[in-house]
């Protein structure tokens, strides 16, 4: 079963039970060839079992919380569980103390009857597109896996079960394209929602102004039940369905968010524009100057770098030899950012989506290629210059979408066999229930050649 209405539907029928979804996912996790001892930091293997057969029990007698209750999923290792740790993939916090509850966004998932069957690897504290952890091992992408390629990051582990199957979805972070970076890098569906429509708390944070929760799965339709959840709703409902004909996606024209493609990515893109546009959608070029802007106006270390080195200052005088290195040195950037520059960067932002939002709410979407290059190598980003060199491309597009306060996902694009290319669609603030059927539409068009 690929999705989760595929699992809801036979659980109902009778034809599986809550605890065999459970043993499937689990046997995959421990599988000795796969990725399950990297992709996650803890397996809730017993609790995952017991809470399976709770739900069958509930099940037959007719008082499941939800359709989608026993269906399990993961978290990724920043939310607080009640009785574990949060460690955020890093070592100076792995014997902290447990969490004394779940994070809002967890228990809504539990309330539903969800069963979270373990807490997915990341990039140390969430600041990095690239995936790699030097403490709990960094989980391979699913291309390529005789060569070892990054997954993307940060929710690099949550993409990686997702897409291997190790449960049905997951929760990630995205704060700069941390959950449609790793989607993009292994083939699966990832959301980043409009940031204040879902809550942070007890999620440990690496930018507060940017910090969004979303899902990763393996189709629309996943990523909007999971985040129909996370965002409150008690009763999710199925998604509205519609074509692509008539649809206006809007194309930045002039801009780095479609410069320098790897061949494969804007092979893809270009095929995937071309087969929208002969299902019936509008695709219309558009000018972004504003845009231009953004290096400028982050050059000082941006958001990321000031609220990290805020939150990470006591820790660092502490523990700060147990980071990776290359984490504290980005985190280390905000150490040297003013309050003016705070102050300036605060009203650049404002000034910078109002500008924006002029400019694109003609659209039902705004496309892009996800990342501008496939998954890279492990061993080419072994020197820090190319680390970072890295780590900026694979981010380029997607952190135009945090800082603008937008909704935006990322769909599979590629052939079976093809390196893993992800379309990326912005919709406006507040507009996710928009841009999920919209991305449902293009969704099915592609599919459907």
Known sequence: ???????????AAGRISAASLVDAALDRI?????????????????????????????RHVGRTPSPWAGIPITVKDLFDEHGHPTPAGSAVLRDAPAAAEDAPVVARLRRQGFVVIGRTNMVEFAFSGLGVNPHYGTPLSPWDRKTGRLPGGSSSGAAVAAADHMGFGGLGTDTGGSCRVPAALCGVVGYKPTARRVPIAGVLP??????????????????ALLDAVISGEEQPRPLPHRGVAGLRLGLPRGTFLTEDQDPAVAAAFQRALSRLSAAGARIELFDIPELSELPLVNATGGFAASEAWAWHRGLVAGKGAGYDPRILARIRRGERMSAADYIDLVAARARLIAAVAKRSSAFDAMVTPTCPIVPPAL???AAEA????????????TAVGNFLDR???????????????GLMLTGEAMA??????????????LAAH
């Open 1 to 11: 079963m690929q999705h989760i209405a595929d699992a809801a539907a036979a659980l």
């Open 30 to 58: 421990a599988d000795p060839a796969g990725e399950g001892r990297r992709a996650f930091t803890a397996v809730h293997a017993d609790a995952a079992r017991a809470q399976a057969r709770a739900m069958d029990a509930l």
């Open 206 to 223: 690496l930018s507060p102004s940017l910090d969004s929760v979303g899902p990763l799965a393996r189709s629309v339709a996943c990523c």
């Open 386 to 397: 190319d680390y970072n060199r890295i780590n900026l491309l694979l981010l380029r597009n």
């Open 379 to 381: 061993a080419e980003v």
């Open 407 to 421: 909704c935006s996902i990322s769909l599979p694009i590629h052939r079976p066999g093809e390196a893993p290319v």
């Open 432 to 445: 996710d229930a928009a841009l999920f059927t919209t991305a449902q539409a293009v969704e099915a068009a």
